[in-house]
């Protein structure tokens, strides 16, 4: 019963984020505040993740392929694939639903206790617009660019992993990675970032939104964001894969 | 004026409000006093909209808050100023960004003017030149200061105080009371206190209402709070041993 009753405030909630601001000019400058704190701030984590992600995927492939009937360059195209179609996608949005979506919970949980969203009320501001929609839109907005940038240093990482232990030669790497592109899978995994970026910053902002209580009630709601912004994230990427490639 | 009829409040089982009745009237500074527990707060967050009513109706100046919708209520708390038990200032902003929130969200002034307004307000507050200070870095003291600053920056008609001397020294606690007084008299605006110090009702209380289980127990003047026999007051008013002592020397 209690999800049920969370589930219609959420989507209450919702109601109020996407009604009209009072100021848009004042909306601008905290949709690019957050584009900061949201996306530029979480580009060296991604990098690094998406480094080693691709070079293990390469590795792993690389390891698994025992067969000399297959090509070498289907290592590059594994690692293409599987990086495009799910690991920067997904693994990278869950990654961002534990960096973003905790800070998110938080800073609007603090807020919260610190009447600080009570003072915005007061005031006659549209709390939840002034404060979500912002957050929503940077994310919506970034996301796609960092999974873009993740991709390919996910490559990189894969193709340095792999020449550097000769387990495929440059030029074979170069051509799996070339091998049966098709746009629409590229398509298909920014339909499904941005997706997951309304996902982490709503469901982020709901619990911190909430949050009743004191220091302790916010380290709880930032748990509990993270953990319901990652089950809805890959519920959401079963469905989408559903929907889109199936 | 703001006039609070037959407000009734529950949560579950837990009966808060019982059919309070008050009025605050216009260039006073009203206090709502009580011991802990008795819905000071909650009558507070009635008045102001934070908590929905469950009967009984809330009026400004006559105009009918509980009943209202949401767009109305906004043009109402543009009337409001509020300053809270813990300041609640916007921890990201500077002080005159603070101050100058309400008025980049709802007025057409160009920065110099609200600059301007912040000088001023700042000013009044004993505050000029602490424009670039974080909240972070402000004393308890001048975080109150600055929230009364940024609560008068609309030129409001109400101005409700929670607690406004909670963890504050008595002199800042008097420099802080009286500081509401002036600006009550200097405004006109309807003033609404929320407190347990006996020190403020003595210093600024003009209309005092005393809630007890949730009901308007007794209401008056500093004066007539002295000298009542209600019990419960009594109680109340003469719990530390200064007040006895003090009650002891003037009788």
Redesign the interface.
Known sequence: MNYVVSIGKYFGMLRYVFSRP??LK?YHTRTFTEIQTIGINSLGIVAILSVFMGAVIALQTASNMDSPLLPKYTIGYITRSSTILEFSPTIISLILAGKVGSNIASEVGTMRV???I??L?????NSLSYLVLPKVVAAVFIFPFLIIISMGLSIVGGYYAVTSTSLASHEEFIYGIRAFFKVGDVVYALVKTVCFAFIITTVSSYFGYYTKGGALDVGQSSTRAVVWSSICILLANFVLTQLILL | MIQVNNVNKSFGDLHVLHDFTAAFEAGKVNLIIGQSGQGKSVLAKCIVGLLEVDSGNILYDKRDFSKMNRRDRKKIRKEIGMLFQGSALFDSMTVEENIMFPLKMFTDMSKKEMLKRADFCLERVNLSGQNHLLPAECSGGMQKRVAIARAISMNPKYLFCDEPNSGLDPSTSILIDNLIKELTYEYDMTTVVITHDMNSVIEIGDHIVFIHTGRNWWQGTKEEIIETDNQEIIDFVYASKFMKNLKGKLS
């Open positions: 009072e100021r004042v610190t009447e600080q009570d003072a009320e007061i005031m006659g501001v």
